[in-house]
């Protein structure tokens, strides 16, 4: 792996040289792949920044810890030199309680008009509902949850201590993804009520984007891609709305190794804050989900159960998912 990388920066420098070259620079700008430097993702860093929102506790809306964490992911991306937003709103529960929701909008070079937006949802669950006990309270979300973000913020490190790509960044991390309903609710909803639940900051910033006329060349969602062993399934939203970006970021998985974690197999829509990008702000994006269609669990066995502490966080998982990104991302 080193060596892979070694030669993609050597091979770097000369295209970089040769950018340098007067008339030459416009062929090499134009070039729609190819090698390219891409920094170091540093997993360590990532389960560091995992920990520190799991150390909050249970980040559930309405909480002190969810305020806390929020300030927590506000003050690292700053620190890490990017433009933050934070886009502050009231939405309403499954069950009436308002959620006071923040989603957090990180800016990387905001003034180059092809962008990549990457996201992932900073929430946690309010209840453990698949879990046969203490079902009624809430979960640490290690992987639902803190994994995707993790692995965001190391990449934000790495833009603002080794190299910024060629692409302008947007960094979201949504807020009010997985409050939902609980999974015994359902008779006491009206038949026909069109109401989601889930996913409401994303949601929300789709008919509420930061910047009105915003838009994405494409986008990545993260949502549980820290678990040891996690198999993520070429989801269906995503192949519908973004096959060739699909494609690019399952091959990148395999060239560098990772291709136990990127199965080249189809899976079924699944409901995420990639529906909303898509759908409504019109922004292609793929999600990188931890699934498994054939497992009786389909989401792993730890999904919405006090399981999803520390003890399943593999940082092999989130330099899998983080390098992958990277590559995919310092292509552009
Ligand atoms: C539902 O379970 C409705 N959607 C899967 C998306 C999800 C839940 N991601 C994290 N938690
Ligand atoms: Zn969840």
Not at 89 to 103: H, I, Q
Not at 300 to 317: L, V
Request: proline share 5%.
């Amino acid at each position: 792996m080193k060596k892979f990388r070694q030669q993609y920066t050597i091979i770097g420098i000369i295209a970089l040289l040769a950018a340098c070259q007067p008339n030459q620079s416009e062929t090499v700008a134009t070039e729609p792949t190819g090698p390219r430097y891409v920094p170091n993702f540093n997993a360590d860093s990532a389960y560091a920044y995992l920990k520190a929102q799991v150390d909050f506790g249970p980040r559930v809306p309405n909480s002190a810890a969810h305020r806390e964490c929020r300030d927590y992911l506000v003050s690292k991306l700053e620190q890490f030199g990017a433009q933050v937003q934070l886009q502050s709103f009231e939405a309403r529960a499954y069950d009436g309680t308002m959620l006071d929701l923040s989603n957090i909008i990180a800016s990387y070079q905001p003034k180059k008009s092809k962008r990549i937006l990457l996201a992932a949802h900073w929430d946690t669950r309010p209840y453990a509902d698949k879990d046969s006990v203490r079902a009624e309270e809430p979960i640490l979300g290690a992987n639902d949850g803190a994994s995707g973000v993790a692995v965001l913020l190391e990449m934000a490190r790495v833009m603002s201590q080794d190299s910024l790509p060629d692409v302008g960044v947007d960094i979201i991390f949504f807020d009010g993804e997985d409050y939902g309903e609980p999974e015994d609710y359902d008779e006491l909803q009206p038949e026909n009520s069109q109401q989601v639940y889930w996913c409401l900051g994303s949601q929300y910033w789709a008919k509420n984007k930061h910047e009105p006329r915003y838009s994405a060349y494409y986008g990545i969602l993260l949502d549980m891609v820290g678990a040891k062993n996690a198999t993520f399934y070429r989801e269906g939203v995503s192949r519908q709305a973004a096959p060739s970006i699909v494609k690019r970021i399952w091959d990148a998985g395999h060239q560098l190794g990772h291709g136990q974690y990127f199965i080249y197999k189809d899976s079924p829509d699944i409901v995420d804050d990639h529906v909303y990008v898509n759908y409504q702000a019109k922004i292609p994006m793929v999600n990188i989900i931890e699934h498994d269609p054939a497992s009786e669990f389909y989401f792993a066995r730890y999904h919405h159960t006090h399981a999803d502490d520390m003890n399943i966080i593999s940082r092999e998982t989130l330099e899998a998912v983080g390098e992958t990104v990277m590559y995919v991302v310092y292509q552009e």
